[in-house]
């Protein structure tokens, strides 16, 4: 019998979790760990507070596989009245915004509490303080996943004597720590190449204690929320920009709602599209919206203002020397692009030599960090990948499978283009790509000509 | 400034649409295509009709890879009332129950329209006739992707003069057929060794017609809706059943509520669990519904039933035979197992010789179907290729990188636990992960046992 239903987003997650990170115990494990370290360290960073964050892993039952894990950290934490939605409603997030965080999807710590929930049915703890706030939120909470609500077990508020800000998270769940124990780690080890200025302390349950202390006290400026770019801005966008404009003439529609246009351009665009600068953008026919749509596709805009980033910078270089000790290092920052209205900057090194080992059979030495985000799973599609194995290393006289070489590529964005809500890869977009690959070969070029000279030398010496 | 957010699930999707198999024009393409072509055959299939399904492509404008595609089947079409949501509303379907469809998120068809009428500002056309219905019903539709709810342009009926029935789809999007042209024809070639039954005709504007034609005029059985196996049923999915069967004792529940549970079992169940047979399943506490599910998760239940799947069977190794000439070809089907209460079966093939070539460099020939549904992208993390390279092959003398080998796995169940939403690839889900292997091994050793006699016979012709 043929029956229409229609579900809630929880509902939709839940039967298809595979999709989120959560395809077997042992994913699931890291996945959580990720989720829970990416809101913490989003948090303090967008709070202008150096991290501190720790992460207890316990077990609960041996042969259940039962783990319960903890982590505090010292951010921003979550208004009392938001907390339940914060973790108990799919699609709710504070990072549907025009920034750089790590978090993208509103999904991920509703994931962890909703698998929680259906492997050992307990609420997860939240204890939460925003700064200067005069009272510690206590929560114990669920999630009802056929309504997509938060189902508050229990709910309280103590004073805050120390003046404490941050969130502390409890959660048990079944995962399996042995198969996963060697990604968290690698994970964790990454992202302290990718956030020096954070003190990350994690502690396992059979004995390990890993302690990444911060390498700097500088914190990086906190990123803040822009504009549009109008390059290759969809009609979606566009039409939703139009109709939170009521009353707005083009010229000022053009000018308030992107970044990089000002009055000359915006007089340019209205030529090409040739509609008056004064029109009413609210009163605009279908035709003169995909007319403006079309030239938006093509104008050569400037490049996007980059106040709403936060690459790497020298740190990206530096924590791969300390990490990796490599005889010779490139490394290269690329002039912010943009993709779909969204700016981006891509940034590069190659490592040669040193402590870089030689790559297993038929693999790439290939780290790839997004939004700070170490991505540890998944990288043979991943679109740098692509871009290195499409490229023709022969030209570079440098064997990517046989060399000593390595590949670092971090991207950030206002978002992120995943091909997986897990986020273990990202997809193949053309501009993205197309920047990697010019970034590539840049440093290719210059540890090219120092392996070559190195190789000339040695020549001459044997001679 | 932080600042609190709901989207719905439109927007998510909109937002995040590389997710859903949009990530660039030429994916775009395919997925369409894809996702158009898999509705038909769904509704065909389970309206009890030979497919008869046509796919026309044509290019409105090159320049701007401006492309309009047209699909019509003679399936069981969509009611009046209910189109609007089938392609207008996001987690809108009629295929959320527990039987094999290739449907299974309630997206793919929304997320076309949504593509198209973000690429092009075009509304899609359906025009659609359920059997027996004295009108035709035809709309011009659109999404409004905010409040996720249909917009509906255009709308109106028709005499059926002919007692059509079934549905034409027409949409216009920006695509690259260039870059998309080539798998789109592998997976028409591969569906049609999935399903020797149906009649595909595919015209694209570059002069191609492919006319794959019925083999056989015998429909498979339809797969029937059915009840949860309750190996492995997570907590969610109980305290669900629960909570939609008021006044029920446990015997009653247990028996009414899951298959391959009879009085006998439901007897024992409750003597494991310590929890009265009479007991009415609404007053369980929490203790005893965990006590439950611990003793489901480990029963030794029988296998499930198959009514509601519908494996190729026979048809699998015809179709290969026929596409591949294989010199040998070794078929195999498991009994059915589950996972999370999904009824699953696992069928494989290994084919030696004849017109199989040997792999690229690197690559293994590996074709990958989940419920009838080639899949073409990303094979590189697929549970099935997980499997393959994880089996020491020295043992049955083979090599999969060099030998004119080629493997065959379909999957069907209730749920394909896909990894990407965009029905790329399969998760390495544990039970899966194991029906696959067992049944390559099986397949492995009646191959090797050929080769291996071949060779020795050869050996003592060259002696
Ligand atoms: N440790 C934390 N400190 C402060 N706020 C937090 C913390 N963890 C979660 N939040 C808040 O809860 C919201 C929801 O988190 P969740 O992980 O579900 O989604 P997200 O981080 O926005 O996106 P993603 O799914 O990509 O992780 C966040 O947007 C943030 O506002
Ligand atoms: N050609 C068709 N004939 C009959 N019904 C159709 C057809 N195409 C779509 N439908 C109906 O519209 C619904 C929504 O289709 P849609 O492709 O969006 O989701 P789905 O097929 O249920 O799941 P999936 O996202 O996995 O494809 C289907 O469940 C089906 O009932
Ligand atoms: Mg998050
Ligand atoms: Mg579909």
Known sequence: MIRFEEIS?????YRNREITGFENPAKACYTIVREYLENSLDSCELGGFLPNIEIYLKCENEEEKRLRIKVADNGMGIPHEKIP??????????????????????????????????????????????PGSEFISYFELKIDIVRNEPNVVKRSKVLNQDNWHGLVLESEFIGDYLLSKKKI????????????????????FEGNALIFDRKTDKLPPIPE???????????????????????????????KRFQRI??????????????ELDKI??????DEISRLYQIMKTYPFNKPNVSSLSPLGEAFAIGIKEAFKPEFLAYDIREPSSYEGHPFIVETAIAYGGEIPIPEQNEINLYRFANKIPLIYDSYNDVSTKVIKEINW??????????PIAFFVHICSTKIPYKTLGKEYIANQPEVYREIELSLRKNARVVSAYINKKRIIEYQKIR
């Open 9 to 13: 987003p929880s509902d939709f997650f």
């Open 85 to 130: 939605y914060a973790f108990g409603k799919i699609l709710y997030s504070s990072k549907y915004v025009l920034r750089q965080h790590r978090g993208i999807f509103g999904l991920g710590g509703k994931m962890a509490v909703l698998y929680c929930q259906i492997t050992t049915n307990k609420p997860v703890r939240v204890i939460s303080a925003t």
């Open 185 to 204: 780690m690698e994970y964790l080890f990454q992202t302290s190449i990718a956030v020096p200025y954070a003190r990350i302390y994690y502690q396992d």
């Open 225 to 255: 929320e822009t504009l549009l770019h109008p390059r290759g801005v969809d009609l979606e966008m566009l039409k939703r920009l139009i109709k939170t404009s009521p009353g707005m003439p083009l010229n000022k529609f053009l000018v």
């Open 262 to 275: 000002g009055n000359k351009t915006a007089e340019e665009i209205s030529k090409l599209a040739n509609i």
């Open 281 to 286: 953008v609210s009163k605009l026919n279908e």
């Open 394 to 403: 022969n030209v570079y006289k440098i064997n990517i499978y046989q060399d």
